[in-house]
């Protein structure tokens, strides 16, 4: 049995089975499956079914495969007299998917006269264009190493192989057990490690750092891009805490200021005591007993 193309919708998939049946008996069991999907026709335009709603209203729908939705659109034009020209009068036909291979484009025409009103699908490529020079990503960095230099952190790391124009890094830097509160480092234009602060860690932890590249913007022919992917972290645990210089001299100054609290906090009440012990040990006319008795 052939089945002809034009029973055939383009760029669909089809299965067929065959059973058998003797002139008496019942039918047998279906065949296996086979499956064929037919050719896309792009020159082929999809049928434009249109209907009245209302006197002065038509609504027109048609369907496009899910496939081909993404490389063409069909616009809808229309035409009042035969010496017009045709034009667009869908703008923004509504969208929906009707069966999984079928997408089903609808517009709602108003105003018109159904009796001279000439419609029509035109095919339209979808194309988009762009500068390939402002779209370049790189590979990420390699052999991405930390080591302890006076008690900083410098990470390390090899340019990528296959570098198409300047690159800077960016070092992105967290807590193993805090990923989302990463800091991020730039390193100057070419340089391939930064150094980061002892002092910015937390003493005893363990710690993981990556790094991904980025075209300098404005070299070569104006080149421009988005990151590459991030480096493979590597990891180290952070020193100890010391005491630096600095929280010695607070440290010390703390301990004098609360020496000399405490010294007076005893030595204040002891001499006001003393004070006024004196002041009642010195003669005066009021503590006379001849006045008290005049008196």
Not at 128 to 149: D, L, M
Not at 173 to 199: A, E, F, M, P
Not at 234 to 257: G, P, R
Request: contains cysteine; glycine residues 4%.
């Amino acid at each position: 049995m052939t089945i002809k193309r034009q029973w055939l919708l383009p760029g669909h998939r089809y299965e067929a089975k065959v059973r058998t049946k003797a002139n008496l008996g019942r039918w047998s069991e279906w065949s296996p499956v086979v499956i064929w999907k037919t050719r896309h026709e792009f020159g082929q335009l999809p049928s434009l079914h249109c209907v009245l709603d209302g006197e002065k209203e038509v609504m027109c729908s048609w369907e496009v495969s899910r496939d081909l939705a993404y490389l063409i659109t069909y616009q809808l034009t229309c035409r009042h007299t035969q010496t017009a020209q045709f034009e667009r009068c869908c703008l923004n036909p509504a969208v929906s998917s009707t069966r999984g291979t079928e997408m089903r484009y609808s517009c709602l025409l108003t105003n018109v006269d159904p009796e001279t009103l000439q419609l029509k699908l035109l095919l339209t490529h979808n194309a988009k264009t762009f500068a390939a020079h402002k779209y370049i990503r790189s590979k990420p960095p390699e052999q991405v190493k930390v080591r302890e230099t006076n008690g900083d952190w410098v990470v390390e790391w090899s340019a990528p192989a296959t570098a198409l124009s300047e690159l800077f890094y960016q070092v992105s830097y967290y807590r193993t057990k805090d990923q989302g509160s990463s800091l991020q480092l730039n390193s100057s234009k070419g340089s391939t490690y930064v150094t980061i602060l002892g002092t910015s860690l937390i003493p005893l932890q363990d710690y993981e750092v990556k790094v991904r590249s980025l075209v300098v913007p404005g070299s070569g022919s104006t080149y421009e891009g988005i990151p590459s992917e991030w480096s493979d972290p590597a990891k180290w645990t952070s020193n100890k805490a010391t005491w630096s210089v600095l929280k010695l001299i607070y440290l010390f100054s703390a301990l004098i200021a609360a020496a000399a609290f405490l010294t007076l906090y005893h030595t204040i009440p002891a001499c006001q005591k003393k004070v006024v012990l004196w002041v009642d040990s010195v003669p005066s006319p009021s503590k006379s007993k001849i006045l008290s008795e005049i008196k």
